[in-house]
């Protein structure tokens, strides 16, 4: 449990729970973070009290390179710079102190972190996985094999009809997020693999429900998301893959697989359905960090 807090620290926690509705555990990390700055102050100093008032914008900065030193992660200190920025501009609204230390003071840059993805061997394994003699394994394969090859998200690969399908064409037509629709090619392993699913197990699935869905579940319903996460899940398993594998995880294999065959970087926005480009160069750096593996573990001097 934090230190008991001083009479400002306590009516500023106070007026997080009447003002903002915040739980008892974040109000706990509130004056958890209150009480790391003031003890530093403290030691600091080397004077005793309440210094929160009386701390200056240098003496933060001082807290800042402290914390630094010592290894907090970025995220860490950001959380700790938000709890001073909420503490001090409560302060000078409440008319206690006449200028706020924190409004100078930027946030740490953290940085996005590399989405996980598979290799393309893995990739392989796990479209492998399903046991096609079966009509849940044929459906499976083919849904695998479409969320691979056109980088759906579940949602879109879940409430795909009949009629969203051109085989001749050889694409698929998606309503994506802000209901925006694009064509996405499949490619012809997907296409095959979708033709003889439709040819030889879709019907069994629906057990004579009228049904558009593509890919059924029970009933001839609709799959729900969760359904084929736990279906990758298993396949996961069978395949022996390491890496922890969900939906979003084949996604991300799409967009890195196309760039590390020299696709352009609009060409892979367009394909996922992304409309700014700027969360697309995600991938490039993904492709980026895997050539610089491939080159430490096969050159001579890497």
Known sequence: MPAPASVETQTFLQHLWLERGLSKNTREAYQRDLQLFSEWLQEYTQNTGNL????????????????????????????QISTLRAFYRYLLQ????????????????QGKPLPKTLSEEDVESLLNSPDTDTA???RDRAMLEILYACGLRISELVNL????????????????KGRKERLVPMGQ????????YIRQARGGLLNQHESRTLFPGR???????QTFWHRIKHYNRIAGINT?????????AFATHLLNHGADL???????????????????????HRLSELHREHHPRG
Do not use: C
């Not at 409440?94 to 840059?109: G, W």
């Not at 594998?245 to 084949?250: A, E, Q």
């Open 52 to 79: 929160l008032l009386t701390a200056s914008e240098a003496d933060l900065r001082q807290f800042l390179g402290w914390r630094y030193e010592q290894g907090y992660h970025p995220r860490s200190t950001a959380r």
């Open 94 to 109: 409440s008319e206690q102190i006449i200028s706020d230390i924190t409004a100078n003071i930027d946030m740490p840059r």
């Open 189 to 196: 392993n997907a296409i095959d693999w979708l033709e003889q």
């Open 266 to 288: 609009r060409v892979v926005q367009l394909l996922l359905g992304h409309s700014d480009l700027s969360t697309t160069q995600i991938y490039t750096h993904i492709a980026n």
């Open 136 to 138: 849940i394994g044929l």
């Open 161 to 176: 009809n009949m009629d969203n399908i051109n085989v001749r064409q050889g694409v698929i037509r998606i309503t994506g």
């Open 219 to 225: 009933q001839g319903r609709p799959m729900t998301r």
């Open 244 to 252: 922890d594998v969900s939906p979003h995880v084949l996604r991300h």
